[in-house]
């Protein structure tokens, strides 16, 4: 989607560009000090946690969406074991939104500190 009257520019390429161009000419101490408080592993923390809160509430309430992705040997197995396919798509989502919420509280770094 377009917000401008110039092609090829929406707003990420322009928040980019102001990030990484912009903001360091103006003010290069200002930007380093920014940079040095962003630690990775938040970053990487947070992305994931919301990546696995999404797929994760997906699943919960549109299992039958995602259960032309369940390979036919794992069927299989859930049929003999006689657990429905449904029942086990929404345990996959309950799973995946515990993990969301454990990347994004950082539950195992207060735990085992």
């Known amino acids: 989607m377009?917000?401008?009257l110039?092609?090829?520019i929406d707003l990420p390429n322009i928040f980019i560009l102001f990030i990484f161009f912009i903001m360091p000419r103006i003010c290069s101490n200002c930007f380093m000090k920014l940079l040095a408080k962003i630690k990775p592993v938040l970053i990487l923390r947070l992305g994931l946690g919301l990546?696995?809160?999404y797929s994760g509430y997906d699943l919960f309430q549109y299992p039958k969406s995602w259960s032309q992705f369940?390979?036919?040997w794992l069927k299989d197995i859930l049929a003999t074991g006689g657990i429905d396919l449904l029942t086990f798509l929404k345990i996959q989502g309950?799973?995946?939104i515990?993990?969301?919420a454990v990347f994004v509280l950082e539950l195992p770094n207060k735990i085992w500190r």
């Open 98 to 100: 515990l993990m969301a």
């Open 94 to 96: 309950l799973g995946e």
């Open 70 to 72: 369940v390979p036919s």
């Open 2 to 4: 377009n917000y401008f």
């Open 51 to 53: 990546m696995y809160l």
């Open 6 to 8: 110039i092609p090829g």
